[in-house]
Structure formats: structure tokens, C-alpha cells
């Protein structure tokens, strides 16, 4: 079955001719370069036009006089001079009207070619559908991962901002902070934690690492519920929690006992009857939070971005920060790079996806990390930036990575209760290392009243 498509797309050929016109014109210099960056190849119908814009663009970028014989010399090793009908077409190519603004004609070539894509994407979504080869809610996640990118096209794109702009909305947003219009970032209710980092700050990756049964998901979940709490007045950031080893009802459990202050085991078996009006209670001040779960156990990062586009869509709260659980269970999408390679590859692929998802989104991304087994031969046993398990990636994309480091109980071989947050790299701030308190049977963590060392 073929793609529907209307018998003529979205195009202005007088656009794209006048547009390559004005910038291979003598003189356009600055002014054409900067409305040649806006555009790429596939953005032109025409194959000419293609060519030419190409060829442009190349001699832009090498720093090369652009005229009607660079051109052509750039299209003859391009092998493109064909499809422009010589040097006689080119010349008449370039012979075009001449704007004085090419960035007009830019906006109208970008925005012809927005329209064109969107008509194939549509055409595609009807093929798919009719063929039935795909369930519709891998349909649905394809197609919204790919209005994703079409949205952020423009964004993208941008180029260099001045700088009294950059100063304008930095002021605003600083006022806006100042006269408690714009909380400072998400803040996780740890006081110490709070005050050293200013809360979490959008487009932010932060990596919480530890080695397993040291309580990493019970820190996460601690800072997702303190989080998504109404505090002095304003209303808690909404939330999003990813768990690719825990059901939701295992996680809920987990907010429950913490929320309502009851052994975790007595809720688990059933033995919590003294307790439920503190649960019941606990569990009507958590269906008012702005909170979401997923425990999908094989999910990629694309699937994450597309769950939180689809929650913007459909209510009126935007997630305003993520926590996956954990790194290493994320999984490469089919026929990615990182998909075909190592581990290392793909932990780095995964790594820096979810980094580019903090940016685009304007979020903070909290990502859990499994150590590597070196720690555990250390003198202490207290974990290090080189710790982070199989790709030195993680740290480079990380804007702050933390550790949960609890001693060994030689009588059981238990992890300690006290416990050291230590804040090993902060790209905008001072590193630390806060003490805490674990109490296991609700899965919480507290904060020591003793004052927090450097690291």
C-alpha cells in the first residue's frame, strides 16, 4: 500500500530560487552566511537548488568568495554541475530577484519545508496503521518521538545569541527568583543537600551511584516524594519515576512506608492493621501529589522522552523532573549505534541521551548508576569518580554525580545504618560529603545533625 499524499506538497520554488539569489549575490556576505546556517540541503524541493545551496554552503564554511565561478568549481568536484544545466543554468539561477532580507525568505522555505515533513509523517502513520504490522501503542511512540524532534528542529538550530539578550532573560529569570515567583530548582528536602546544590537545575543530568543493597532506590524515592511535596506555600514540582527493576506497586509500597512512618514488612505481610489510619492518611496525601510511575522493565530513552511529551499533552502539569532507576537496565533503541556495540558504547550512547534530555526538556534528570567491584577492595570502601560502572561517559555527561557510601557491620554483614551522601563532582558548585541516617524499615533516609564535611 503506497503513502497517501496530496497531489501537490507544500513548496515555494520562487522562494528557494530568489533566497540562493540574494545570498550568492556580491556583497551578501555576513548577512547571507547567517541565514545559510538556518537552513540544511533537504529543506530545498527543487534538486537544482539542492546542489547550489550545497555548494554554498561549502564555500561558506572554507571562508571562500562566493560567485558564479567558485560555484561552479565547487559543484564540478561535487559532481553536481548537471543537475543545474551547466554553467549557463547556474547563471541563470543566481540571476533571480534579489532580496534584501534572505532571512525572510529563510523563514518561509524552513517553514514550507515543516509542513512537508509533517505530511509525510502523516502519510506514514496511515501506511502503518492500514498494514497492522505494529501495535498501536508502538505507532503511537514512534510518531510522537518523531513530532518530538520535529518540534525541537527550531530549537536547535539557533545560533549565537547576543548577549544582551542572553542578559535580559537572565535578569528576569533572577528577579523572578528574588521575589519567590521561580523556585531556584527542584528541591529534595534535605536541608544540607538543598542548601549545597540550590535544588536540582533544569536541563541538569545528576547520577546517584552505589553498589546494590546499599539503598539507592530508597534515597531516589525519598527525593521524588520530599520533592512533589507543597512546600512553604508553593505547590510540589511533578515527577516522573522510572523503575526498570521494581513493579508500581512495589514502589508505591515504598512511598507508603515512608510516607506514613510503618514497617515496610508489616504492610508487605499484611501484619500493619494497628497502623491504617496512618496509612490510609499517608495514602490520601500521596494521590494529591503530582507524582507518575513507570515500571515498563525494557525501555530507551526515546520511549522516555515520548512518555513525557504525551503527559504535557494530556493534563495540565508538565513533568518538571525525572528519575530513572537504574542506568544500566536502560536499553539502545533498535538499529542504534549503541545497540550494535559494546557495553561501554552503549552505557555512553544512554548516558548522553539522557543529558541531551535534561537540555531539551529544560528538566533536572536524576539517573541511578550501579558501582563497579573495585570499591569493595579498597582500603574504606569509599567509592570515586573512576568507580562508576562500564563507561568513563557517565561522568563526563554528569553534571553532578553522588555516592551513597555505608560501612560493613562485621557481626552481620550489613550495611551501617549511617551512611555518607558524598557529592564527588558538581560542575556549579562545591563538592561535599553530608551524613545520613538509614532507617530500612521505612525505607528513608534522614539527615545527622552533624555539620557537613568537604570532599
Given amino acids: 500500500m503506497a503513502d497517501w499524499l496530496p497531489e501537490r506538497l507544500p513548496e515555494d520554488i520562487d522562494a ?34 539542492r546542489a547550489v545551496f550545497r555548494a554554498l554552503k561549502t564555500l561558506i564554511e572554507a571562508q571562500v568568495e562566493v560567485n558564479s565561478l567558485t560555484l561552479k568549481d565547487a559543484l ?17 539561477l543566481l540571476a533571480g530577484e534579489d ?33 497492522e504490522d505494529e501495535a498501536p501503542e508502538v505507532l503511537v511512540d514512534q510518531t510522537a518521538q518523531s513530532l518530538f524532534h520535529l518540534a525541537q528542529g527550531d530549537a536547535k538550530a539557533k545560533g549565537l545569541i547576543s548577549i544582551q539578550a542572553v542578559a535580559d532573560d537572565t535578569m528576569e529569570r533572577l528577579s523572578d527568583r528574588m521575589e519567590g515567583r521561580l523556585s531556584p530548582g527542584v528541591r529534595v528536602g ?7 546544590t540550590q535544588g536540582f537545575q533544569p536541563g541538569n543530568l545528576i547520577v546517584l551511584a552505589a553498589r546494590p543493597g546499599i539503598g539507592k532506590t530508597a534515597l531516589a524515592l525519598n527525593w521524588v516524594l520530599r520533592a512533589a511535596q507543597e512546600r512553604d506555600g508553593r505547590p510540589g514540582h511533578c515527577g516522573a519515576f522510572f523503575s526498570l527493576e521494581m513493579s508500581h506497586e512495589e514502589v508505591f509500597m515504598r512511598l507508603l512506608a515512608a510516607q506514613s512512618q510503618t514497617n515496610m514488612k508489616d504492610l508487605q505481610s499484611g501484619r500493619a492493621s494497628g497502623r491504617m489510619s ?45 528519575i530513572v532507576d537504574y542506568l544500566q537496565l536502560l536499553s539502545s533503541p533498535e538499529g542504534s549505534r549503541g545497540a550494535k556495540q559494546n557495553k561501554a558504547v552503549r552505557i555512553g550512547e544512554i548516558s548522553r541521551g539522557l543529558k541531551l534530555m535534561a537540555k531539551d526538556f529544560g528538566i533536572p534528570v536524576v539517573v541511578l548508576s550501579q558501582l563497579n567491584r573495585e570499591v569493595e577492595h579498597r582500603t574504606g570502601g569509599r567509592p570515586q569518580l573512576s568507580d562508576l560502572r562500564d563507561s568513563g ?11 551513597i557510601h555505608r560501612k560493613m557491620m562485621p557481626s552481620t554483614e ?8 558524598i557529592v564527588a563532582k558538581h560542575r556549579n558548585g562545591p563538592t561535599a560529603i553530608i551524613q545520613l541516617h538509614f532507617q530500612g524499615e521505612f525505607a528513608m533516609y534522614r539527615e545527622m545533625v552533624r555539620e557537613t564535611a568537604s570532599y
Fill in 393 to 403: 561517559a557517565i561522568e563526563q555527561d554528569a553534571d553532578m554525580v553522588a555516592f
Fill in 99 to 131: 532580496v534584501e532580507r534572505p532571512q525572510v525568505l529563510a523563514d518561509v522555505i524552513r517553514r514550507k519545508a515543516k509542513l512537508r515533513r509533517l505530511v509525510h509523517l502523516g502519510a506514514q502513520l496511515v501506511r502503518q496503521a492500514a498494514e
Fill in 190 to 196: 534535605f536541608h544540607r543537600f538543598d542548601e549545597l
Fill in 278 to 322: 496512618a496509612v490510609m492518611k499517608a495514602r490520601d496525601e500521596l494521590v494529591q501529589m503530582p507524582l507518575f510511575i513507570c515500571d515498563r522493565a525494557s525501555i530507551t530513552v526515546p520511549q522516555i522522552q515520548n512518555m513525557i511529551v504525551k503527559q504535557g499533552s494530556q493534563s495540565n502539569r508538565r513533568v518538571e523532573f525525572v
Fill in 16 to 49: 528557494e530560487r530568489s533566497f540562493l539569489a540574494t545570498c550568492c549575490a556580491p556583497g551578501a556576505g555576513f548577512v547571507a552566511s547567517e541565514a545559510v546556517f538556518t537552513l540544511a540541503e533537504e529543506d530545498f524541493v527543487h534538486p537544482s537548488h
Fill in 414 to 421: 550489613e550495611p551501617d545504618p549511617s551512611a555518607e551522601l
Fill in 76 to 92: 564540478d568536484q561535487d559532481d553536481s554541475l548537471n543537475k543545474v544545466g551547466g554553467y549557463p543554468g547556474l547563471v541563470e
